[in-house]
Nanobody
Framework: QVQLVESGGGSVQAGGSLSLSCAASGGPFSSYVMGWFRQAPGKEREFVAHISRSATKYYADSVKGRFTISRDNSKNTVYLQMNSLKPEDTAVYYC?????????????????WGQGTQVTVSS
């Protein structure tokens, strides 16, 4: 069974940067597609970014140009670099993985999830 563990969350002022990591264990990481989602209080979980097995990247419009997803298969890790953070980016961030093909923006399409890490951006 695949386990995902996120790290790197924290508090930052608007305009700042944070880098999230998600380490996977228990499965063939390179065979999975990976995504990042976030959930703010009282809101549904929303798609942030996705990276395919061949490292093709997709982003939500709200983060395009500010966030960068990447993966290092040698370390079984997916990353999310977040720059120019805004207060509306405040949420719990989750990484997720699954086997393709899947609809990348739908949380229900992913097979395994991390526990989440809090990101708080103050104005």
């Amino acid at each position: 069974q695949v386990q995902l563990v996120e790290s790197g969350g924290g508090s930052v002022q608007a305009g700042g940067s944070l880098s999230l990591s998600c380490a996977a264990s228990g499965g063939p990481f390179s065979s999975y597609v990976m995504g990042w989602f976030r959930q703010a209080p009282g809101k549904e979980r929303e798609f942030v970014a996705h990276i395919s097995r061949s490292a093709t990247k997709y982003y939500a419009d709200s983060v395009k140009g500010r966030f960068t997803i990447s993966r290092d298969n040698s370390k079984n890790t997916v990353y999310l670099q977040m720059n120019s953070l805004k207060p509306e980016d405040t949420a719990v961030y989750y990484c997720a993985g699954g086997s393709p093909p899947l609809r990348i923006a739908l949380p229900s399409q992913y097979d395994f999830w991390g526990q989440g890490t809090q990101v708080t951006v103050s104005s």
